[in-house]
């Protein structure tokens, strides 16, 4: 979940990054994100946010949780856990999905993607590793928790590949490495990185994990080369306009351990086709039974304040705002991610919000508002 309070509250309360005594540096705005000190902003949230849209933003994501499984039979114990179907990749495929408890409802979204006999796990929940651990234990299998060992950085935008491909020794082209695949024989700057083709901002982009011992090297060689062709810093609160525009969701705020993944945007990346995996068969019966779903709703007002705003039709609760943003997407006018009760999510609805007390007129649009094809993180637009 995203907390924030004041500068040194969240630095007693939070762990540093790999990469804080250069954040330190550029801010004293800070929140604390999973666990961790990141900061909210770090010149002007909508500098921060136009460099993203039109060149290229960077910003630390150490704070996700990363867990390898190592051995023989690595990628049926995961696949015994997780709601995609590993053994349906590709080589340098990734899958994103959920974690769900037996219950059918959610621990975490995550990705996961095989090289050889090794899972490499991504989400944002500490019980990732727990429960990877116990489901090993006695199968020979090595499971490692690689959060602050292997700290990364993304860039995003549409001027990412270019820019990393002056610096890298391997080709980053669409045909080379296209849209959720990864590369481990990447070096940039000659620091060699772990990279993938992600992003959380719905533009193109790529993340960079790398070994402890040269993440400031790393970070001081992206700075020094791309900062003069506009690249940017940026903080959680562009984020967060990112994270809403395009529809992305995220731990604490769209689920929690009482939702199921259907109600979250995730019901595409649930495989009950798949042999038995981790609460399957109460998903079976949650897919038809849950009746919230997740979608985008824009007012002509509120901001920040529309967050937690009930929904209503004809005079009935029917859902409620998650969190609410002045869109630069949309003119300044809010936008945000809802959930609602079906078959109100239909794109056109009209809803009153509930604002601070005050009645606000609301409507369902397209979900996601911002490039719903995803043209521009596939690198086609």
Not at 71 to 79: R, T
Not at 90 to 117: E, H, V
Not at 280 to 287: D, P, T, Y
Not at 358 to 368: C, I, K, L, T
Request: hydrophobic share 40%.
């Amino acid at each position: 979940m995203l907390l924030r309070g004041n500068t040194s509250t969240i630095r007693r309360m939070s762990r540093e990054t790999a990469f804080y005594p250069r954040l330190t540096a550029l801010t004293d705005r800070w929140m604390d994100l999973f666990g961790y000190a990141a900061p909210s902003v770090v010149t002007d949230t909508l500098e921060e946010y136009h460099a993203v849209r039109t060149a290229a933003g960077l910003m630390d994501f150490s704070m996700l949780r990363k867990v390898d499984v190592s051995g023989p039979g690595s990628v049926e114990l995961v696949n015994s856990v997780v709601t995609r179907d590993l053994a349906k990749l590709k080589p340098m495929q990734i899958a994103y999905g959920a974690l769900c408890n037996d219950d059918g409802f959610m621990i975490d979204d995550c990705t996961a993607s095989i090289s050889g006999d090794r899972v490499r796990f991504c989400g944002a929940n500490d019980l990732d590793f727990g429960i990877f651990t116990e489901k090993a234990e006695s199968t020979g299998l090595t499971v490692s928790e690689l959060t602050d060992r292997i700290p990364h950085l993304c860039l995003q935008g549409p001027s990412s590949r270019d820019m990393l491909q002056s610096l890298a020794d391997r080709d980053l082209s669409q045909a080379a490495f296209p849209y959720y695949t990864f590369r481990e024989d990447v070096s940039i700057a000659g620091i060699p990185v772990y990279m993938t083709r992600l992003g959380y901002t719905a533009e193109l982009g790529y993340e960079m994990w790398v070994d402890v011992e040269r993440a400031l090297d790393l970070w001081d060689a992206l700075v020094e080369a791309l900062a003069p062709g506009g690249m940017r810093v940026i903080g959680m609160d562009a984020l967060d306009l990112f994270r809403i525009e395009g529809g992305f969701i995220i731990g604490g705020v769209e689920y929690d351990q009482t939702v199921p993944p259907f109600e979250c945007g995730l019901g595409w990346a649930v495989d009950l086709e798949k042999v038995d995996f981790q609460g399957k068969a109460a998903l079976v019966g949650l897919e038809s039974s849950s009746e919230m779903r997740l979608t985008s709703v824009v007012l002509p007002s509120g901001g920040a304040a529309a967050t937690g705003a009930t929904l209503k039709h004809s005079g009935e609760q029917v859902g409620y705002v998650t969190q609410a943003v002045d869109s630069p997407y949309l003119g300044g006018k809010t936008l945000g991610l809802a959930k609602l009760r079906r078959p109100h999510n239909v794109p056109g609805t009209s809803l009153e919000a509930s604002v601070d007390g005050s009645p606000v007129p609301a409507q369902v649009v397209q979900h996601p508002v911002y490039d719903p094809d995803r043209k521009r993180a596939k690198g086609l637009a």
